[in-house]
């Protein structure tokens, strides 16, 4: 009976020991755990939660003292992030058009507790709000206009989505810095069609093109003709006896025409005087 009373006693002396060290391990464990101070880093902002309840007040950049286990801290960015969407809509003739969206946003660093409380972190901004924002501003505004109004009116699309986008967004405390409309696709058949056309109005230019260049050439054609026939009627008119002899005259290099005689080439000068001054 003394030894088991004396291993009773000890084997309490060894739980109580190995517990007290491993309560130790966990309160050091726990405290290390438990900072007095957060460091919220450069382009974000701290939430305040005391027990649970998000708090009024917002953390900037820097080191804040808090107090372990009745405060917490959750950070979120303010920084430019950037998501690209995709949104399926139909035109006004009900073409269905594919649209991608690239979005460049930010939370509104003064309402970065109230986008935490009402929606969460960046993942569920994108998720619950900006995705299907976007995905109803595009059927909204594609539904407007038939599908070469879409192709042929695209900046004027952008604006409308933009703006649209813009309004919808900050009631949620999120800003957007810019909107590209980066791939509009339609369905195969509307595409092929669609390049059909555009091949059929570039021959008809070209046709167009070379009509008018045929009819430009025949009028200068006809135009050179009346030109020239105008020329001749003015030179029968004014060509005179006096103004051909003065002209081969001016052309006379000084030599005489030759002609074939017994003694081989010779001369050929008129000496012949004429009629009216001959003898009788």
């Known amino acids: 009976m003394p030894a088991k009373t004396s291993y009773s006693y000890e084997s309490k002396t060894i739980f109580w020991?190995?517990?007290?060290?491993?309560?130790?391990?966990?309160?050091?464990?726990?405290a290390s755990s438990l900072k007095p101070?957060?460091?919220?880093?450069?382009?974000?902002?701290?939430?305040?939660?005391k027990f649970g309840k998000v708090q009024e007040g917002i953390l900037d950049e820097g080191i804040h003292g808090i107090i372990p286990l009745v405060t917490r801290v959750e950070t979120l960015s303010v920084r430019v992030q950037k998501d690209e969407l995709k949104a399926d809509a139909a035109s006004k003739d009900l073409q269905y058009v594919t649209i991608n969206v690239a979005l460049n946003w930010r939370v509104d660093a003064t309402q970065v507790n109230?986008?935490?409380?009402t929606i969460g972190d960046e993942t569920q901004i994108v998720n619950l709000i900006i995705s299907p924002a976007v995905s109803e501003v595009v059927?909204?505004?594609?539904?407007?206009?038939?599908?070469?109004?879409?192709?042929?009116?695209?900046?004027?699309?952008?604006?409308?989505?933009?703006?649209?986008?813009?309004?919808r967004l900050s009631t949620y405390g999120i800003l957007?810095?810019?909107?590209?409309?980066?791939?509009?696709?339609?369905s195969p058949e509307f595409a092929k069609a669609i390049e059909a056309k555009q091949i059929a109005?570039?021959?008809?230019?070209?046709?167009?093109?070379?009509?008018?260049k045929a009819e430009q050439e025949a009028f200068a054609d006809i135009n050179r003709a009346k030109g020239q026939a105008e020329a001749q009627r003015l030179l029968r008119e004014n060509l005179t006896p006096s103004i051909l002899q003065k002209e081969a005259i001016e052309?006379?290099?000084g030599q005489f025409p030759m002609v074939m005689g017994g003694d081989g080439a010779l001369p050929f000068i008129n000496i012949t005087p004429p009629a009216s001054t001959a003898n009788p």
């Open 201 to 212: 109005e570039q021959e008809a230019r070209r046709a167009s093109f070379i009509a008018q």
């Open 114 to 117: 109230t986008v935490y409380q």
């Open 176 to 186: 957007v810095d810019d909107i590209s409309l980066v791939n509009i696709e339609f």
């Open 37 to 49: 101070f957060v460091i919220i880093n450069a382009g974000e902002r701290g939430v305040v939660m």
């Open 251 to 253: 052309k006379w290099n």
């Open 17 to 30: 020991i190995a517990g007290s060290v491993i309560g130790a391990i966990f309160l050091l464990i726990l």
């Open 139 to 167: 059927k909204a505004a594609t539904a407007k206009n038939n599908a070469e109004e879409i192709i042929t009116r695209r900046r004027e699309l952008k604006e409308e989505i933009d703006s649209d986008i813009r309004e």
